[in-house]
């Protein structure tokens, strides 16, 4: 990591420690971290979509579409966490088990999510 990357990696820590939260994103965390989870990973496919150069990607793809599809999966499902806020509560099987996937890759790639 060179000096202008740390540099850039320290400002957004120290906005981090600055966070705080109201009563209601506190009482419905799920639902206020999915917003701004959903809301960064649509401005990072944005951004590795529209560099010029090829983007890396996790290994286990093998093409970039096959990561970029990942990405989408993780969107779609923190944006219905963001949207249903007793999710929990759903009968839906199927619809649980598709949330789950896209959260289940966000833990498995969270470390992939740099470029």
């Known amino acids: 990591m060179n000096k202008r990357q740390r540099k850039k990696l320290q400002a957004k820590m120290n906005v981090l420690k ?59 499902s923190f944006e219905e966490i963001s949207k249903s806020e007793h999710i929990n509560y759903r009968k839906d099987e199927e619809y649980r088990k598709k949330i789950q996937e896209g959260l289940n890759l966000f833990a498995k790639y969270f470390q992939s999510l740099w470029e």
């Open 18 to 76: 600055e966070a705080h939260f109201t009563d209601e994103q506190l009482w419905d965390m799920d639902v206020t971290l999915a917003k701004y989870i959903s809301s960064g990973l649509k401005q990072f496919l944005n951004y590795v979509e529209t560099k010029e150069e090829l983007p890396g990607y996790p290994s286990d793809f093998k093409t970039l579409e096959g990561w970029h599809e990942s990405i989408n999966k993780m969107i779609w």
